[in-house]
């Protein structure tokens, strides 16, 4: 099983460093920006618009990555002092879960991104940036990279609650005190 899991782990961790490099990019393009409109009293359309493009392969291609890394929100005090069993258990329906609203928002984002690609949907702004149904694809793209890692802790959780093999074999790296 893990021939197949290793692949989709690292389609999930590379595009979570591309929302990482999204990240530094933001944070570069908004001082130029400052750096422009203050020195140089100079403040183009488009700077500003990629400014918030950015913001979504952070948030979209973050989502998949912060939940591999189990950065996500959790009630950790509660589900520690569960037995694995039961914590196999819970994370059996919240993969199910998170499977499923990302494959129900990624099919039903896909008609959104196509409107706008059938369209040529673009800035209404002068100078602003064309093409923006390659900013909405973020969409069903994040939501399937978060279907994937929905499928991978199901498939961990179940393998736990059936033979006793850990959930998440990257948390055996991690140094526990």
């Known amino acids: 099983m893990n021939l197949l899991l290793k692949p989709l782990e690292l389609a999930i961790l590379a595009l979570g460093w591309v929302a990482r490099a999204a990240i530094l990019a933001l944070v570069l393009l908004v001082a130029?920006?400052?750096?422009?409109?203050?020195?140089?009293s100079?403040?183009?359309?488009?700077?500003?618009?990629?400014?918030?493009?950015l913001i979504s392969p952070i948030a979209?291609?973050?989502?998949a990555y912060a939940v591999y890394h189990r950065a996500d929100v959790r009630v950790d005090f509660l589900y520690d002092r569960?037995?694995?069993?039961?914590?196999?258990?819970?994370d059996v329906l919240s993969g199910v879960l998170t499977l499923a609203v990302g494959v129900i928002?990624?099919?039903?984002?896909?008609?959104?991104?196509?409107?706008?690609y059938d369209i040529g949907e673009g800035s209404p702004d002068p100078g602003g940036l064309p093409w923006r149904y390659l900013l909405k694809a973020f969409i069903p793209l994040g939501f399937s990279l978060l279907a994937i890692q929905g499928l991978l802790d199901?498939?961990?959780?179940?393998?736990?609650?059936?033979?006793?093999?850990?959930?998440?074999p990257h948390d055996s790296l991690e140094v526990r005190t």
Do not use: D
Not at 82 to 89: E, K
């Open 32 to 40: 130029a920006n400052v750096l422009l409109r203050y020195a140089f």
């Open 42 to 53: 100079w403040s183009p359309v488009g700077l500003q618009e990629v400014e918030w493009h």
């Open 60 to 63: 979209l291609l973050g989502m």
């Open 82 to 90: 569960f037995s694995p069993r039961t914590q196999a258990a819970i």
């Open 105 to 116: 928002i990624a099919w039903l984002a896909v008609p959104y991104v196509m409107q706008a």
């Open 154 to 168: 199901t498939l961990r959780a179940l393998a736990t609650l059936l033979q006793g093999a850990p959930a998440y």
